[in-house]
């Protein structure tokens, strides 16, 4: 395990002018360095975090904010150490409240958005934070080992916001969220994805039955940012907004709910659960299955409303539905085929069409079988288009074809990473 409170080895108490070396060290603001070799306990070997001593008033207003970069074991980090701060702010916010940084106090709702290689992050956070909600809230941005220029432009933005915590996560998005999570504050954990847009009035709406105690987790609607964008963009638009519609006609909230905009009691995950960091996708629809057989009550808000980026191409749209259905297949060997055999009508569907395609290489007659099967198919496209009120129905003959022979791709990927066997434990 990586230990987190660790600090730079040439920070050193020891030798001439020690003391003002150190105080010169924190006061200069936390750069983005390579890993520089091992590195020492704070607790243990840092007397400057332990000891009492006069701060000269000139470093002490050059000192980070509370959710400055804190390098360790693997790098330059977003990771707070928790020692440091808990030490420096709790010292110094009583004598010093205008140089220190002090978060809001009763937070009830902490917004925890990860994010990798995605600098909308930048308009989302300020979205949240433009929130005129009726409550304390903060938000916490974890960033899951990105490589372009995002983690400069959190810091650049809201390092010096009391409100906003940087972060910084190895492992998947599972364990960078979970992480996070841990790390807020609030009762009330609302996950938000990195391109998400959340409209005025999202999270009054999004937390308000769960802090009234009306429900254990709330979705709300979401649409796409560019409904009028590209014809992959349209589609997916139309096809989240009928789904979207089938939820508000249920009294009580489904379990295959995507986490774009989700909202959950931090008892509920506590009792049945966080994000499975086994789940390589669905991680949603995993963790809202566990809620319901939990007993936790979901409620559908449809004011909590936002917007997201879909894919814009075909091959970002295969791609996607792929990586969902792999996902799938892991709950499957979680939950059994019966419960999820839903989710796998389509790419069966399909699948069945393939072969008999190939069966007619050897014995022709069975492509009227096949062609057969296909009308079948299209026609159903079109009714279930229908029914949603999807004014893009008749493009389901092109998108839906796609979708179950991507998805019997990602069961296939599933099979071969994951085996037929249940896993023990996950």
Same mark, same amino acid.
């Given at each position: 395990?990586?230990?987190?409170?660790? #600090?730079?080895?040439?920070?050193?108490?020891?030798?001439?002018?020690?003391?003002?070396?150190?105080?010169?060290?924190?006061?200069?603001?936390?750069?983005?360095?390579?890993?520089?070799?091992?590195?020492?306990?704070?607790?243990?070997?840092?007397?400057?975090?332990?000891?009492?001593?006069?701060?000269?008033?000139?470093?002490?207003?050059?000192?980070?904010?509370?959710?400055?970069?804190?390098?360790?074991?693997?790098?330059?980090?977003?990771?707070?150490?928790?020692?440091?701060?808990?030490?420096?702010?709790?010292?110094?916010?009583?004598?010093?409240?205008?140089?220190?940084?002090?978060?809001?106090?009763?937070?009830?709702?902490?917004?925890?958005?990860?994010?990798?290689?995605?600098?909308?992050?930048?308009?989302?956070?300020?979205?949240?934070?433009?929130?005129?909600?009726?409550?304390?809230?903060?938000?916490?941005?974890?960033?899951?080992?990105? #490589?372009?220029? #995002?983690?400069?432009?959190?810091?650049?933005?809201?390092?010096?916001?009391?409100?906003?915590?940087?972060?910084?996560?190895?492992?998947?998005?599972?364990?960078?969220?979970?992480? !996070?999570?841990?790390?807020?504050?609030?009762?009330?954990?609302?996950?938000?994805?990195?391109?998400?847009?959340?409209?005025?009035?999202?999270?009054?709406?999004?937390?308000?039955?769960?802090?009234?105690?009306? !429900?254990?987790?709330?979705?709300?609607?979401?649409?796409?940012?560019?409904?009028?964008?590209?014809?992959?963009?349209?589609?997916?638009?139309?096809?989240?907004?009928?789904?979207?519609?089938?939820?508000?006609?249920?009294?009580?909230?489904?379990?295959?709910?995507?986490?774009?905009?989700?909202?959950?009691?931090?008892?509920?995950?506590?009792?049945?659960?966080?994000?499975?960091?086994?789940?390589?996708?669905?991680?949603?629809?995993?963790?809202?299955?566990?809620?319901?057989?939990?007993?936790?009550?979901?409620?559908?808000?449809?004011?909590?409303?936002?917007?997201?980026?879909?894919?814009?191409?075909? #091959?970002?749209?295969?791609?996607?539905?792929?990586?969902?259905?792999?996902?799938?297949?892991?709950?499957?060997?979680?939950?059994?085929?019966?419960?999820?055999?839903?989710?796998?009508?389509?790419?069966? !569907?399909?699948?069945?069409?393939?072969?008999?395609?190939?069966?007619?290489?050897?014995?022709?007659?069975?492509?009227?079988?096949?062609?057969?099967?296909?009308?079948?198919?299209?026609?159903?496209?079109?009714?279930?288009?229908?029914?949603?009120?999807?004014?893009?129905?008749?493009?389901? !003959?092109?998108?839906?074809?796609?979708?179950?022979?991507?998805?019997?791709?990602?069961?296939?990927?599933?099979?071969?990473?994951?085996?037929?066997?249940?896993?023990?434990?996950?």
């Amino acid at each position: 395990m990586r230990n987190f409170e660790s #600090t730079p080895s040439h920070i050193d108490s020891h030798g001439p002018g020690g003391r003002r070396k150190e105080i010169e060290e924190f006061a200069r603001p936390a750069p983005n360095v390579e890993d520089a070799g091992p590195r020492r306990d704070v607790g243990r070997d840092n007397r400057f975090a332990d000891r009492c001593c006069i701060f000269r008033p000139r470093a002490l207003a050059n000192l980070p904010p509370p959710n400055f970069l804190v390098e360790h074991a693997g790098g330059a980090s977003d990771r707070p150490s928790s020692h440091l701060i808990s030490r420096r702010r709790d010292g110094l916010k009583s004598l010093f409240p205008r140089l220190v940084g002090v978060r809001p106090e009763g937070v009830r709702v902490s917004v925890v958005v990860t994010v990798k290689n995605d600098p909308r992050v930048i308009d989302c956070a300020e979205r949240v934070l433009s929130q005129d909600a009726s409550f304390p809230f903060e938000l916490v941005i974890v960033d899951n080992g990105s #490589t372009n220029e #995002t983690p400069r432009l959190l810091r650049d933005r809201f390092a010096n916001n009391p409100r906003v915590t940087i972060l910084s996560s190895g492992g998947n998005l599972s364990e960078a969220w979970n992480h !996070a999570a841990a790390t807020a504050r609030g009762q009330v954990l609302v996950r938000i994805d990195a391109d998400a847009i959340p409209l005025p009035g999202w999270l009054t709406a999004l937390a308000t039955p769960i802090l009234d105690g009306q !429900a254990d987790w709330t979705a709300g609607p979401v649409g796409g940012a560019s409904p009028h964008g590209s014809l992959v963009e349209r589609y997916y638009h139309h096809r989240t907004e009928a789904y979207s519609r089938r939820l508000a006609q249920d009294a009580d909230l489904r379990d295959a709910v995507p986490s774009w905009n989700v909202a959950y009691s931090r008892a509920i995950l506590e009792a049945a659960g966080w994000y499975d960091p086994w789940q390589a996708s669905s991680v949603d629809w995993d963790l809202h299955k566990r809620l319901k057989r939990f007993g936790g009550h979901g409620q559908f808000v449809p004011g909590a409303r936002a917007l997201h980026h879909h894919p814009t191409t075909l #091959t970002e749209f295969a791609r996607k539905e792929a990586w969902y259905r792999t996902g799938q297949y892991q709950m499957v060997l979680k939950y059994g085929i019966r419960e999820m055999r839903t989710a796998f009508e389509l790419p069966f !569907a399909y699948a069945l069409l393939g072969l008999i395609l190939i069966a007619s290489i050897f014995w022709p007659p069975l492509v009227w079988a096949a062609a057969s099967l296909l009308i079948v198919l299209l026609v159903t496209h079109w009714i279930d288009g229908v029914r949603e009120d999807d004014p893009l129905w008749p493009y389901r !003959a092109l998108f839906r074809p796609i979708e179950g022979f991507a998805g019997l791709y990602g069961i296939l990927r599933g099979v071969v990473r994951y085996g037929i066997r249940r896993p023990a434990q996950t």
